[in-house]
């Protein structure tokens, strides 16, 4: 299996090799080549397994031969055996052929978890062969920065630093990247919006020394292996509610465009999704695009989902490359239009985006209320970015298919907006009781690629 770029130039790459390395070269998004196809039967044997066992036989084919099967085998088990719940991600019934996918049982309370679990194991054991050190470095809006912390911290082959924008997270979110006390773990908060915190990090990537002299890689969705771990519970969740032998939808709260791409995956190798359904918040840049074509960033409005206030969508541009029928110069060039402010779609690229993809936007007025009916009719408190997911998908599903919406985090993260909406104060579970006693250690710096590569080699070098 290799692995190709989004804009066309970079060499094409073993799974080792795009995960270790994040962007490509070129700048653009390594996808596979191919997509490996599992047929009727094969998905129809996935039904009553365990969750470890689906995700061996989903991800086998992307993965190569970086690791034995037995190995593989053991990472994962090593993976989700920290998680709360004997499921993994375990279905919860909301009304009649709607269900939400709880996918906030693992160790930081959000679904970035799944991925970046799975992703510490195999950059552990890769390095340790290799006998190498990275510096990872990643951009957050609240999750992925305290998921990567927590898969990482301690490593003695990682650096991991965390940028995200200051002000602009949750408490608990802030406090889970500031908390932990390893040397290896840099937490860094940035003047601006998350969009600015992913610009540094790509303008790193792109600035050749500075990425060869520390190492880096990147655990973004940008990297295909955060993508890949996604892709199980699309296949895990829909096998169990009938899926070859009957269609499923997703509603998708989405912002990176990460976990929804990962939808499509799991379509493209067969299993039978009737609809993927992308909510946005009031950051509703995807939304607008899927519906006119018209891909123009605006200013980025603080949201009570913090994590999905992004306006460049970075897996965007792997749908986009489908859509232009793999064509990595189309996609270089709309790139380009990006940097100075947005591109038009053309007709048969937004046509192919509209075979796959319904979206929906949601308001901040919706979110609230969305939280509080929830809690009301079925007794379940949903997260902001949750809600969105949930209004977007009960407008939008044909009640005679089941639609399943992605509940991405715990409600505790977000306990301010939860009580507004809710009058309720969801808790931490027992074993992040103490978090907000816990001392915070934090670097406020500028949005300066210059100031932050020297504050890196510092670190480094220290
Ligand atoms: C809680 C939560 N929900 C939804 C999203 C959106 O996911 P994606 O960026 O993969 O679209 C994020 C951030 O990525 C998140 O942290
Ligand atoms: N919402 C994300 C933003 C980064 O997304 P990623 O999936 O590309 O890592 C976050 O919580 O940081």
Redesign the pocket.
């Known amino acids: 299996m290799k692995y190709i770029s989004t804009r066309g130039s970079a060499p094409a790459l073993t799974f080792e090799e795009a995960m270790l390395s994040g962007l490509a070269r070129d700048g653009g998004l390594y996808v596979p080549e191919s997509i490996p196809q599992m047929s009727a039967a094969d998905i129809r044997a996935l039904n009553g397994l365990p969750y470890e066992e689906i995700a061996f036989r989903v991800m086998r084919p992307f993965v190569g031969d970086t690791f034995s099967d037995e190995t593989f085998a053991d990472l994962i088990a090593k993976t989700y055996a920290g998680f709360g719940h004997n499921a993994r991600a375990p279905l919860v019934q909301l009304a009649p052929n709607h269900f939400l996918l709880e996918l906030f049982h693992g160790p930081t309370l959000?679904f970035?978890d799944f991925a970046m679990q799975l992703i510490g194991q195999l950059f552990e054991e890769a390095l340790t062969r290799r006998g190498e050190r990275v510096t990872i470095v990643?951009?957050?809006?609240?999750?992925?920065?305290?998921?990567a912390i927590e898969a990482f911290r301690g490593l003695d082959a990682v650096d991991v630093f965390i940028l995200?924008p200051h002000g602009r997270v949750s408490e608990v979110?802030r406090r889970q990247m500031t908390t932990p006390s390893e040397a290896n773990v840099h937490a860094l908060a940035m003047d601006g919006h998350?969009d600015d915190c992913?610009a540094r990090l790509k303008d790193m990537f792109n600035d050749f020394d500075f990425r060869d002299e520390v190492r880096l890689a990147g655990?973004?969705?940008?990297n295909w292996a955060?993508v890949l771990a996604q892709v199980v519970y699309y296949f895990s969740s829909a096998v169990s509610l009938g899926a070859p032998d009957r269609k499923i939808s997703f509603t998708v709260p989405t912002?990176?465009f990460?976990?929804i791409f990962a939808g499509y995956i799991a379509k493209r190798m067969g299993l039978p999704i009737d609809r993927l359904v992308v909510a946005t918040n009031q950051n509703d840049i995807l939304h607008r695009c899927l519906t006119s074509g018209d891909y123009h960033t605006s200013e980025v409005h603080p949201s009570i989902s913090p994590?999905?206030d992004?306006q460049v969508s970075?897996?965007f541009e792997r749908a986009l490359f489908d859509a232009y029928g793999r064509d990595g110069k189309a996609v270089a060039q709309l790139m380009d239009e990006l940097k100075s402010g947005g591109f038009k779609v053309s007709q048969g690229a937004l046509q192919a985006l509209a075979e796959n993809f319904d979206s929906g936007r949601v308001s901040e007025e919706e979110t609230l209320a969305t939280i509080k009916s929830a809690h009301a009719s079925m007794g379940e408190l949903l997260c902001p970015h949750s809600a969105v997911g949930v209004k977007v998908a009960e407008a939008q599903r044909d009640p005679a298919t089941p639609m399943i919406t992605l509940a991405t985090a715990h409600p505790a993260k977000f306990p301010d907006a939860v009580e507004k909406a809710s009058g309720i104060r969801p808790g931490l579970p027992e074993r992040m009781a103490d978090l907000y006693d816990r001392p915070e250690r934090v670097t406020r710096i500028e949005n300066d690629l210059g100031a932050l590569e020297t504050l890196i080699r510092e670190r480094l070098a220290n």
């Open positions: 959000a970035k990643g951009a957050t809006s609240g999750d992925t920065g305290s998921a995200f979110q998350f992913q655990v973004n969705s940008i955060r912002g990176n990460g976990d994590s999905m992004i970075s897996n």
